[in-house]
């Protein structure tokens, strides 16, 4: 991610002049990015709304500390990072209290039909959130910012806070749990088909 | 050797083992169609994340984060003014509209079961929930009446200190053990109830692993709500006096389905049940038993 060859000006540029007190260098900055914050706090959290929730908590904090930002990493780095920070605490604070109460079929029908609206989304995009929600989050995290955003085991180390092996770890076993699911969406059907379910018992 | 584990696999893709061990794998891939196919698809699993296209950000979400923003500048501008507590909602910005319709929704089907799920629930929390999604769709309209967010966010743990400590102000939001899941183990009337929208398989032996890696993930991770009476009757048809380990809401072939896992003894068994599942009606779509001790 690098600020180097990136828009002037830099985004390095645009928090300083946010720190020094311009009043639209942050704004610039988040709109710049806004659309991979928002697509690893829907990814991580998988719930639009908790995900809004997740995102403008973020850019709240980043507003307020980004006096604090040391120019350690990129600043989108450290944006993302604050953006998977918030979006792991909403799911913390979610696992301890009731998700959602439904009470009869027609609520059951329309939690499925809310994620299976053809409308919104293509079959494998669907797919593939529905299989994200498999894995625990930390996995998910580790796999959204490596191999959905494109990051450097590196990088994704600093925006999860977690060592390079632990950042490899993650992915490795969340690849090999999402499998299953994916199998099927790889454009080869019938490979998939017998050699997933067939591990280590026949051919 | 025997075939590669995926598990093995995917931690040598990822440069994981190396040494004497990861040459051992390299040699047995290189001399084995089996597990070659199953190195392409842990390929194919990164490919196909790298591809799938980035989510828009909804115009709803932009405006309120605009509308934050422009709450945070004018408080930095003139915090006399502005107050510690800023409201970064103001009216002409409508939070969140494009989940409207399904809080309404939500709430009138919640509405006529609400005593039956705190009796099931054995607690409070139905109606608390009821109350507070009741309060929170009035105040979609109105700035101000449920905690903002920004507010909320001023003592929020930022990724420049993140072990800083999870402060939570909005007690409001949530009630304290009020987890469905809490001392939810293994009980036919208090099971751990997911959803997960996945497509569960046709092919038995493919559905039994997915419900191998559905077990192993905590309960608790993963989104989870209050089982409808409906799907609790299914439940009980299903498993019987037997303890229920997990009951998933999916999706078979397209239609809602869900899948009810039941230690029936030495082997578990996974059931997946369509919509017309009930007490009275037993709708299995497919059925698949599980090998001892993966639960």
Redesign the interface.
């Known amino acids: 991610m690098p600020d180097a060859d990136g828009p002037w000006p830099s985004d390095q540029e645009l928090l300083r002049r946010h720190v020094a007190g311009d009043t639209d260098a942050f704004g610039e900055l988040f709109r710049r990015h806004r659309d991979r914050l928002w697509a690893v706090a829907l990814r991580t959290v998988c719930d639009p709304e908790e995900a809004a929730d997740a995102l403008q908590d973020a850019m709240v904090s980043a507003f307020r500390r980004a006096a604090d930002f040391r120019g350690e990493s990129a600043v989108t780095t450290w944006l993302h990072r604050i953006v998977v920070n918030a979006s792991l605490d909403r799911l913390r604070r979610r696992a301890t209290r009731p998700v959602l109460s439904a009470g009869d079929e027609q609520a059951f029908e329309a939690l499925v039909a809310q994620d299976g609206d053809p409308a919104r989304a293509s079959d494998t995009r669907l797919d593939v959130d529905a299989a994200l929600r498999m894995l625990p989050a930390p996995q998910r995290a580790a796999l959204v910012v490596v191999d959905m955003l494109g990051f450097s085991v590196a990088d994704a180390a600093v925006i999860l806070d977690i060592s390079p092996g632990t950042v490899k770890s993650r992915c490795a076993r969340a690849r090999a749990r999402l499998l299953p699911y994916l199998a099927h969406l790889q454009g080869n059907r019938s490979a998939s088909e017998s050699v997933s379910p067939a591990q280590g018992t026949d051919s | 050797m025997?075939?590669l584990?995926?598990?093995v696999?995917?931690?040598f893709?990822?440069?994981?083992i190396t040494g004497r061990r990861g040459a051992k794998i390299a040699v047995h891939l290189a001399g084995c169609?089996?597990c070659t196919?199953?190195d392409?698809?842990?390929a194919?699993?990164?490919?196909?994340?790298?591809s799938?296209?980035?989510?828009?950000?909804?115009d709803g979400?932009?405006q309120?984060?605009?509308a934050?923003?422009a709450a945070?500048?004018a408080r930095?501008?003139d915090p006399e003014r502005a107050g510690p507590e800023p409201s970064?909602e103001p009216a002409a910005s409508p939070r969140?509209p494009?989940?409207r319709g399904?809080r309404l929704?939500?709430l009138r089907?919640?509405a006529?079961?609400?005593a039956?799920?705190v009796v099931l629930a054995g607690g409070g929390?139905?109606l608390s929930?009821?109350t507070s999604r009741g309060g929170q769709m009035t105040a979609s309209s109105a700035a101000g009446t449920e905690g903002s967010?920004?507010s909320?966010?001023?003592s929020?743990?930022?990724?420049?200190?993140?072990a800083g400590g999870?402060a939570?102000p909005t007690a409001g939001?949530?009630?304290?053990?009020?987890?469905?899941f809490k001392g939810a183990r293994i009980s036919p009337v208090n099971f751990p109830f997911v959803?997960?929208?996945?497509?569960f398989?046709a092919?038995p032996?493919?559905l039994?692993?997915?419900v191998e890696?559905?077990l192993?993930?905590?309960v608790?991770?993963?989104?989870?709500?209050?089982a409808?009476?409906?799907?609790r009757a299914c439940v009980q048809n299903l498993a019987g006096s037997h303890p229920v380990v997990l009951v998933e809401?999916?999706?078979f072939a397209?239609r809602?389905a869900t899948l009810v896992v039941a230690r029936t003894g030495q082997h578990d068994t996974a059931w997946v049940a369509g919509?017309d599942c009930s007490a009275t009606k037993r709708d299995v779509l497919a059925t698949t038993s599980l090998p001892p001790g993966i639960s």
Do not use: C, W
């Not at chain 2, 608790?220 to 209050?226: D, F, K, L, M, V």
């Open positions: 025997t075939h584990d995926t598990d696999l995917a931690e893709r990822a440069g994981l169609d089996h196919a199953l392409d698809q842990l194919g699993v990164s490919a196909l994340l790298a799938v296209p980035a989510p828009a950000m909804p979400v932009a309120r984060l605009d934050a923003l945070e500048v930095k501008n970064p969140r494009g989940h399904f929704m939500s089907v919640l006529p079961v609400a039956a799920v929390y139905g929930l009821l967010a920004a909320r966010a001023a929020e743990p930022s990724g420049a200190n993140p999870a939570e939001a949530q009630e304290p053990g009020a987890s469905p959803v997960s929208g996945i497509s398989s092919v032996a493919t039994r692993q997915q890696s559905a192993r993930v905590p608790t991770s993963r989104p989870g709500q209050a409808s009476l409906l799907v809401s999916g999706r397209g809602p919509p």
